[in-house]
């Protein structure tokens, strides 16, 4: 079991939601590639800043940046992903955050998504594909293909059961 891959709130906050007889198997790992983006408009900042000699505007992508550093730090604390032995919890959103625990049953597939910036600093998007037209993508997981082996794994042991 592995529930000390993240933080002690992320755990507690899937551990309260666990069933009778339920066990953490995986939990999802948010990567630090989540401030890639303030980090590069902060860089452009910088440079703008001393290649132009415009400072005002050098400020305001300073500025931009920080915000967008603060933006990254709530998502990291909100983005949560939890494989147990008989379900996948999930939870995300930053205006309207949404916890949403998926049954086995009614989850169709767990994908992998790699762009470019994922494969240069090694993490993935996990794309929940529910029934119906529901699906939930969890961004930056550093430890997605542990995830997705957690998840196929559980769900063999759920069908051997059924048998």
Known sequence: M??????????SA??????????IIESAVIHAGIFWKAGAVFIIAVLFTLLTGIVQLGMLLGVVAVLMAIYAIIKKEILMLVVTNKRVLARYGILQVDVVDIHFDKLESMELERMLPG??????NVVLM???SRFIV?????????????YNEAVLVSKEEKK
């Open 14 to 23: 899937a551990e309260e939601r666990l069933l009778p007889g339920e066990v």
């Open 119 to 124: 494969y240069i600093m090694g993490y993935s």
């Open 2 to 11: 592995s529930t000390e891959s993240t933080s002690g709130k992320k755990a």
């Open 138 to 150: 969890i961004p930056y997981v550093a430890n997605g293909i542990a995830v997705r082996r957690a």
């Open 130 to 132: 529910g029934t119906g």
